[in-house]
């Protein structure tokens, strides 16, 4: 039994939302498209990095602190 694929995934590197990586989502590596993002440290919510656990190719968040 198959299930219809229908996420619009696109093969573009420009427009991917990563900020599923900090809801813990897994993502494919957009450089090597084998690996996943690891966060470099836990809990993924608070981690800026992320590197392919295949190429080590890594994404950076820029942090969105709020500072009072
Ligand atoms: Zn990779």
């Not at 939302?17 to 470099?40: A, T, V």
Request: glycine content about 6%.
């Amino acid at each position: 039994m198959m299930t219809s694929d229908n996420s619009n995934t696109e093969d573009k590197n420009n427009d991917v939302d990563l900020s599923g990586l900090k809801r813990g989502e897994q993502i494919k590596c957009l450089n090597c498209h084998n690996g996943y993002y690891k966060p470099f440290s836990l809990p993924a919510e608070k981690c800026d990095w992320f590197k392919c656990d295949n190429c080590g190719d890594h994404v950076h968040f820029t942090p969105n602190i709020i500072v009072e």
